[in-house]
């Protein structure tokens, strides 16, 4: 349920990031987030969701990308998206690997819809 | 790579032109810049900051407790609700202050601008090492920095060997891990070293402690890691 806090992250995010733009003019804001963020996309939108609303950001599309985890592992080199029960390379079986992505939270871009003539 | 398209509310009438706005900006950044600020104040002062982490029940006041003969210490105690744990501290004159998140929507984690007056208030005591005591949960408290040395995760017996493959993050960002209650091991049938094993599957690299309130051998050797890193801390505020 920590997905409220972050929506509120969220929301008070675009609302700076838009200056006087007036919030209703949003109408896209894409997330990523990494898999191993502990984020369930869809207990963040739902609260994206209901939050919106209330701060103004009434016609938003909020598109949230969920980002693989990856590691390096500093015996062959290769990169690797980790099992789920281990964190060791699959292909030279070490644990000597360094974490790359995968906790991410992000927020990439927003749209904004410009006034008519 | 997956997507995931929630469509809200739609715009109204002819179609507009639409501007964009590179944000690139980490969601949880404000909850970051007020970590930074509370790790760069406990380390300008010398004083080693754990975040202690683990499910109810885990055993995370009684390690805390445990662990007061060997240092000055100070508690900031996060519970959904109740002063139940604080009262402990208090009792045993040590200085703690109790966050409720029962006011931030009876959150599930603690988070840096919720705290960090109250870290800068115990400091005022002067203490040598100040435990956070999150609250009980094995998900949430992972993604949300309070400025802490030391993330310590504590994973008791009972709670039985697969719990690093089920919630990985928390273990993944820890910097320690005592599996508490090892001796109930025997009496449960059950092998810490699949528990060790099972952690270091996703975490290859942390320090892992065999840990019991009733066995002051491994009381003395978190102790140990814990005044080492005081010391590490020492150096690097002397740099």
Redesign the interface.
Known sequence: MHEYSIAKYVLDSTLSSIGETPPERVSKVVISIGKMAGVVPESLDMYLKLLAQEVGLTRAVFEIVVNPVEFKCNQCGQTFEPNKELFWCPHCGSSNVTFVRGNEMAIDYLEIEEEGP | ???????????HG?P????????????????EKVAREVHELYTKRGVLLVNVVGSPGSGKTSFIKSLTPHFKVAVLEGDIASSVDAKQFARMGVPVIQVNTDI??S???L?APWVRDKLELLLEYEPEVVFIENVGNL??P???NLGEHERLVLYSVPEGPDKP?KY???F??ATAVAITKVDLAPVMELDVREFEQNV?????NVRIFNFSIKVPSTVEEVAHYLNDKRQELAKEKSK
């Open positions: 790579m997956r997507n995931f398209v929630f469509e809200h509310l739609h715009g002819a507009q032109e639409k501007r964009r706005i590179e944000v690139g900006k980490n969601i949880l950044d404000a909850n931030y929507g959150a599930c984690h988070e998900v949430c992972s993604d949300f493959m990985p993050p928390i993944h960002t270091l599957h996703i975490n290859p």
